[in-house]
């Protein structure tokens, strides 16, 4: 729709030049006015949706993202699902397969790597395409769950919920990957036979340092990559216990989810890591057991895992996107 206005002058009539100036300097005044009544206010205002549906029954766990896309994955199936933060759209990007689980998610780069859970395995895909990259058999071990993933500029770290030890899987140049080692973690941890132990990780210094959380303690701890020595961060007296997914935000900024609490915990981490604090815990009607987080500028999209729900084959799952809280 287009307004007209206009200011006529008497056919003949001598007007002078400042009082001319003065009368189109307030007709372009009127205009502009005109123009911000007629221009709604939320135009230009880019909103995200606040709850991103998952299709139903998809029983997720994991979450990475890559610009405003995001990727979860299937605790059934093995299924990688691919969405637009902006749009709240999406679709299956890596079908499904008997036998295959996806529990944490990490990207590097053009690769997105996939903790395979029970299986002991886990997976590499083309973030750009779902290609396969590579499978990766991390363990033999009777009783496993290979739970999270953080990947680095030279190695992709996954950590096992059922055993002492972490797995190593290198990155190579040309989206190639060296041989999978195991590195057993010694020091301050120790694991309790039948619980859920070592759960997310995250990495500081440019990959010298990774940070796990022990869910049924509720510790936090520096690890040595090359050694595998952990050593506990000092929360003077807090705890994250059902610490589930990590994010290491600006190097010090750690966010843990704690997952059967429904809660988002921020710590703040000393450069050394050696201690921290507790700076707040966030709770959201929109969450629904949150089991792993990730960022997409000044906000963060957490998975809603939604554990002892009835008939997860066919439950309503989603992602819920927040601004990060101080």
């Known amino acids: 729709m287009g307004v007209a206005i206009g200011i006529g002058l008497r056919e003949g009539r001598t007007v002078d030049p400042v009082v001319g100036r003065s009368r189109a300097v307030a007709v372009a005044l009127m205009m502009l006015l005109v123009l911000i009544v007629m221009v709604p206010q939320t135009a230009g205002a880019a909103s995200r949706p606040k709850v991103i549906p998952l299709p139903d029954g998809f029983q997720p766990e994991g979450i990475a993202t890559r610009g405003n896309d995001f990727f979860t994955g299937s605790l059934a199936n093995g299924a990688i699902y691919k969405g637009s933060l902006r749009s709240g759209e999406g679709d299956v990007f890596v079908p499904g397969m008997p036998g295959r689980v996806a529990v944490g998610l990490s990207t590097r780069k053009n690769t997105l790597f996939v903790a395979g859970g029970p299986t002991g395995n886990a997976y590499a895909y083309h973030a750009r395409t779902g290609e396969e990259l590579g499978i990766f058999d991390l363990t033999n071990a009777d009783s496993t769950f290979v739970n999270d993933v953080i990947?680095?500029?030279?190695?992709?770290?996954?950590?096992?919920?059922?055993?002492?030890?972490?797995?190593?899987?290198?990155?190579?140049?040309?989206?190639?990957?060296?041989?999978?080692?195991?590195?057993?973690?010694?020091?301050?941890?120790?694991?309790?036979?039948?619980?859920?132990?070592?759960?997310?990780?995250?990495?500081?210094?440019?990959?010298?340092?990774?940070?796990?959380?022990?869910?049924?303690?509720?510790?936090?701890?520096?690890?040595?990559?090359?050694?595998?020595?952990?050593?506990?961060?000092?929360?003077?007296?807090?705890?994250?216990?059902?610490?589930?997914?990590?994010?290491?935000?600006?190097?010090?900024?750690?966010?843990?989810?704690?997952?059967?609490?429904?809660?988002?915990?921020?710590?703040?981490?000393?450069?050394?890591?050696?201690?921290g604090r507790v700076v707040s815990r966030t709770t959201d009607k929109d969450f629904d057991v949150p089991t792993t987080v990730a960022e997409s500028g000044k906000h963060l999209a957490i998975v809603n895992a939604r554990f002892g729900v009835p008939s997860p084959q066919t439950a309503k799952y989603s992602v819920t996107q927040i601004r990060k809280p101080r």
């Open 151 to 275: 990947a680095t500029r030279d190695a992709a770290w996954f950590t096992d919920s059922f055993n002492q030890q972490l797995y190593k899987v290198p990155i190579r140049d040309k989206g190639k990957f060296g041989r999978p080692k195991v590195v057993p973690l010694t020091g301050e941890i120790e694991f309790v036979p039948g619980e859920f132990n070592a759960n997310g990780i995250e990495a500081a210094r440019n990959g010298k340092r990774l940070i796990v959380v022990q869910s049924n303690t509720g510790q936090l701890f520096e690890v040595h990559p090359r050694t595998g020595k952990a050593t506990t961060i000092d929360l003077g007296g807090e705890s994250v216990p059902s610490g589930d997914g990590m994010l290491l935000d600006g190097g010090h900024r750690l966010w843990v989810l704690q997952n059967s609490i429904d809660t988002l915990t921020l710590i703040d981490l000393e450069s050394d890591l050696e201690s």
